[in-house]
């Protein structure tokens, strides 16, 4: 089974600093990636994913992340941060479960906090 | 808005006693997938239907159960409460059985007392 390790539980950045946010993943021989945002008392909302093709990915909202096949990380960046970015941001891996079914293993969270 | 509800929002649950959360999901998306966040953890995979059958489980005892409707709603039903299972019910669904795009619901924050 997959595991993920997201090494930094507190990030806080100043408003308009960059910030990375790092995470780990156990090997596997195909993996799928994903960030997920979560805002208080809110659900998941999918950031950005990797699947296959291009090792840099990007969303919307300025936030990139490179899929690094070697040291198996999925590092989060953004160059600029605002603080509507306040928010805690989970790392995902899907991989084959065997059983039929692609499964979603998470890892602990960061928080993100923008201080202005 | 990812076009999954949850109800009810929130609940308040005696240990011991049995609890059923709910789910609707996105017509055309066949598989739905149930998640358990505690406090400060990230989300974790409790168990998914693809249609109407269960297609996979989690490290999660049997007194955690699912149903999936033809209509695409779903139940997950957990007996016999224990104090830590007091967490937020994240129910995710996807197109086709292979999942690896999720979108999750708001969430139904559990509390066991």
């Known amino acids: 089974a997959q595991s993920v390790t997201q090494l930094d539980s507190q990030v806080p950045v100043f408003e308009e600093a960059p910030v990375e946010l790092r995470c780990n993943y156990s090997s596997s021989v195909s993996v799928y990636l994903f960030w997920y945002v979560q805002y208080p008392n809110q659900g998941l909302q999918l950031l950005l994913k990797?699947?296959?093709?291009?090792?840099l990915v990007e969303s919307i909202n300025g936030f990139e992340a490179e899929f690094n096949k070697s040291q198996t990380s999925f590092h989060l960046r953004k160059p600029s941060v605002h603080i509507s970015d306040t928010a805690e941001y989970f790392c995902a891996v899907s991989d084959w479960s065997g059983a039929g079914s692609y499964q979603l293993t998470f890892g602990k969270g960061t928080k993100l906090s923008v201080i202005p | 808005e990812t076009g999954v509800t949850q109800s009810p929002t929130h609940l308040i649950k005696t240990r011991g006693q049995q609890v059923t959360l709910r789910c609707s999901s996105q017509s055309g998306h066949n598989t739905v997938s149930w998640y358990q966040q505690a406090l400060g953890q990230g989300p974790q995979f409790i168990f998914q239907?693809?249609?109407?059958?269960?297609?996979g489980r989690g490290n999660f005892p049997p007194r955690f159960s699912g149903l999936r409707f033809p209509n695409y709603s779903s139940e997950l039903n957990v007996n016999a409460l224990e104090l830590d299972d007091s967490a937020l019910y994240l129910c995710?669904?996807?197109?086709?059985?292979?999942?690896?795009?999720?979108?999750f619901g708001p969430g139904t924050r559990l509390t066991v007392t």
């Open positions: 990797y699947l296959s093709g291009s090792t």
């Open positions: 995710a669904s996807s197109q086709g059985a292979v999942n690896y795009e999720q979108y």
């Open positions: 239907y693809y249609r109407e059958e269960e297609n």
